[in-house]
């Protein structure tokens, strides 16, 4: 191919003063030496190889090398490649993944919800506890809850920013302030074997499940009149571990073992 022609000459010429700067840098192996001399040269190599390249990734990188007239010997382009694929794999680009340990030992991180300010709460089942991310800070904050025997397994929030987590150990519906950490809780209708379990705030009306009685409940609480009402869900519900809420306000109810799911239409 004489159009490639010039390019090769460059490519030579070049390589005499390339080869001492870059070939220290390389890391040792077979295939370093012919690395070094043959790909320095028109561009320095580490400004090309980014997070590295898979197997197929270096093989289509020494094509393309070849086809830009790098003077490869044929016996050599194994040896390169080998070099290339063992030294500069492919590096997992880096991962927005943050992990937060909460303060509590064995805390088990159960329900969670975020607030009107993006910040996360969860509640810990394995303690009396509820946990608060700042967004800012990434710092867990623990609101301890009073009774040592609570077990709170999901939440809510309400557009105040209150939190509402249901107490399955001890059979209550609890209300946590995060600004004041004070707590208040009321005994679920159904007792305190009642294990309430899901949770969702539906326009400031709290709305949860209780597991534990059978057939499995459909409980409303309002925050104004601090009053419950509460209806049998048909077909028992056993066990409403998960709630949600409609784009249209419905408050639906996964039925875990009966094979499920509870749509409840409120009335505006
Ligand atoms: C003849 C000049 C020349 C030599 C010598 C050369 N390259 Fe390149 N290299 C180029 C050019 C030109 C590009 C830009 C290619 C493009 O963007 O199409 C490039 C780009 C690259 C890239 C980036 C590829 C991509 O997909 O963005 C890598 C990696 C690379 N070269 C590795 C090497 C290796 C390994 C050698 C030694 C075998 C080498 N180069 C030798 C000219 C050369």
Redesign the pocket.
Known sequence: MPKKLP??L??NALLSSALPTWGEELPEGKGKEM?AA??????T?SS???AG?TATG?H???R???N?????PRDQLGT?TEY?IKNFPEKLKPAGVVVLTPPSPKSRPYGMAVNSKGAVFFVEFGTNKVGGVDPATLEIREYPLPDPASRPRRIAITSDDIVWYTDFSRGYLGRLDPSTGAVTEWQSPSGPKSEPYGISAIKDIVWYSESGSTPNTVVRFDPGSTKFQSWAIPGGGNIVRNTSVTRDGSFVLANSLVNAVTLVKISK
Do not use: D, E, K
Not at 38 to 43: A, G, P, R
Not at 68 to 72: A, E, F, K, L
């Open positions: 390019f090769f460059i490519a690395v043959s790909c320095t040269s028109c561009h190599f090309r190889v980014g390249y270096w289509t990188v020494m393309m090398m070849i830009h007239g790098v003077p490869i390169m290339l």
